[in-house]
Every structure is written in C-alpha cells, then in structure tokens.
C-alpha cells in the first residue's frame, strides 16, 4: 500500500480509501447494502491488515447507521483511533424539519457534533461538504467549518460534488477572510466517466488540492459482471442504475480491459481501479464492498502495474470528446509550451 499527501497538507493517507455506504442499511440506503455489524467489522479489518488507513463515511448514510457502524468496528477490533484517518460529510437531509439539511452554519455545527456522537469520536479528520448549497452564502458555510477547524473538532475541510467555479470561489474566500480552505475533493472519477477532466482536473493540480475518488467502478458497470454481449442477474446496478454513464462506450472500454486483464492474469475490476492509481491527480480511490472477496480483490489493484502501452490503449478507447474551450486553449498554448 501506497501512502499520498492529502492536497498541499502533510497529511499521509492511503492510496485506497474504504467506503462504508454498504454499512447498516436503511431507507434508500438499502439498495447499496444492509451489512451487519460483524460483517462490517470483518471488511474493516480485512482493510487495516492491507495497510488502509483512511475510512469515507458520510451522515446520511443509513441515515446514521453507518457513522455508528464505523465507529464501532474500530472499538470492537481494538483499532488504535490516532492511527486512522476519517473522512465524514454535511449536507443532506436528516431530519423532517425546514432546518435540517444544507450548509447553514446551524446545520453544519449541529451535525457534527451527531457525527462525533455517532462516531463516538473526539474529532474528524476530514470534515467534507457533500454537494453545494445553491441558497446558503459560500460565505457562511466556511466560516461555519472554519469554527469547527479553531475548535479541534474537525483536523482538515474538504468539498464533494462542486463544480470548478463554486470550488475556486471558496478558495478565494478563504484566502481573502484567512478561513480554513478546502483540502480535497471527493468526486465521481472512472475510466468510463472521464468528465472531471475537462475543468475540475486541471483546478486540482494547479491549486493541489487532493482527490479522493467515489464510485470508482461506475456503480458497479465495470465489476467485471458487465459485458456487451452477457446479461447479468447480479449487483447493485440491477436495482440502482447509477451514476448515468454511456453505456455503449463503457461496453467499448471493457473489451480493452478484458484483454490487458487476461495478459496479466487479473481482474476487469483492478484494471479498472489500476488506471485510477496510475492518474497523477488522484490521491485515494474510495472502494466499498459487500463481501470480503470483492473487497479483497479491489484491494489488489494496488498491486497492478500497467505498462505506457497499456495506458495508451485506455487512453485512446476512453478519452473525452474535444470540446471548446478546450482544443483553443490547446491550440493557442502551443507556442509557449513548445
């Protein structure tokens, strides 16, 4: 296992993160997993022994439940909490009232103090914004999560689901007001969803800010149980179709993977995850699971070399369509690079 610098932090985290979605299970979190607690604690230690160090959770997963569920595998396995580093969310809704959802300063102090609770936690690592709040003053929601920083609840802030311009104004506002600022983006990144390059990757590497992506397989699309010409009866993409993505080019991309997979005598899944590791903008790659054999081979991607050749041919079958203003910037910018 790889370790990398949270963003421009000296914080070292793993090169893959687990993710708890799959923990407990409760109203739509069901469609994701209902794992119990033991089984939770199982993935939890079958994580730690491969050398993770970094758990994503988020408040309204299981609507609570997973929070509770994290906490208490790393008491039941005797997990020294200092050696960890976890990653919670703010933002969706958890509760009925008119109050209690967004990222009102109301809202964000309140629920950190349930995660903490949940959690049973003295502090977070990563306290991150799950989406934007499209009424809510940018203003007031760094200066909510600039408090919990100065008050030793929360180590580090991170975003999640930002467009490049709601990300780049709230680093202006925190350098201009001296707030704590955004250390990563949590982001839905994969070789078959390439979109996060055309504007966010380019921010990420010249602010350096860190990425930890989710939902590394598209939703499952690109397990391995998915192919052009196979039906499947199994995964969550049966039940859950999501994230969208063009199912006819992911078809096209599997056939690349499928054969680098059979030359090196491994999965579909950890080429999948392997091209992830091998992108110098990506810091961790959030893997969740059901069972410890999936978790177990998601894993072993880490272990994956892929050659230039091997990288080109992914390039080539999964890249983005030029769009303006992209291929001027290109053009226009030749002269100065050369």
Not at 115 to 142: A, K, V
Not at 192 to 212: F, S, T, Y
Not at 213 to 221: D, E, I, K, Q, T
Not at 316 to 328: D, H, I, Q, T
Request: with cysteine; charged share 20%.
């Amino acid at each position: 296992m790889q370790y990398k610098l949270l963003g421009n932090t000296g914080l070292k985290v793993s090169e893959l993160c687990l993710g708890t979605m799959t923990f407990g299970g409760r109203g739509m979190w069901t469609a994701i997993g209902t794992l119990p607690q033991d089984e939770v604690n199982g993935l939890v230690k079958l994580s730690v022994d491969a050398g993770i160090n970094f758990i994503d959770t988020a408040n309204v997963y299981s609507e609570g439940l997973s929070e509770n569920m994290t906490g208490q595998a790393i008491r039941d396995l005797g997990l020294k909490r200092d050696d960890l580093v976890i990653a919670t969310k703010v933002r969706g809704m958890m509760g009925s009232g008119p109050n209690n959802s967004g990222l009102t300063r109301k809202h964000i102090l309140q629920q950190a103090d349930e995660s903490l609770g949940r959690l049973n936690m003295d502090y977070i690592d990563l306290y991150q914004i799950h989406g934007f709040d499209p009424i809510t003053p940018l203003e007031e929601t760094l200066e909510a999560l600039d408090t919990l920083v100065k008050s030793g609840k929360v180590r580090y802030i991170g975003c999640s689901n930002l467009a490049a311009w709601q990300i780049m104004k709230a680093l202006g506002i925190s350098a201009q007001q001296h707030l704590a600022k955004f250390v990563s983006l949590q982001a839905y990144y994969t070789i078959a969803g390439r979109d996060l390059e055309r504007e966010i990757v380019p921010l990420l590497l010249d602010q350096k800010l860190g990425l930890m992506v989710w939902s590394p397989l598209a939703g499952g699309f690109l397990s391995g149980k998915y192919s052009r010409n196979a039906a499947t009866e199994e995964g969550r993409r049966l039940s859950f179709d999501f994230p969208p993505l063009d199912k006819e080019k992911a078809f096209d991309i599997i056939d690349v993977m499928q054969e680098i997979a059979s030359a090196k005598g491994v999965t579909v899944a950890q080429i999948a995850l392997g091209w992830l590791l091998h992108q110098p903008v990506v810091t961790s790659v959030i893997i969740g699971a059901k069972k410890q054999e999936q978790l177990l081979d998601n894993i072993q991607a880490a272990e994956v070399k892929l050659t230039d050749d091997e990288l080109a041919q992914l390039d080539a079958v999964s890249k983005l369509a030029s769009e303006y203003p992209g291929w001027m910037i290109d053009r226009q910018g030749a002269d100065r690079k050369a």
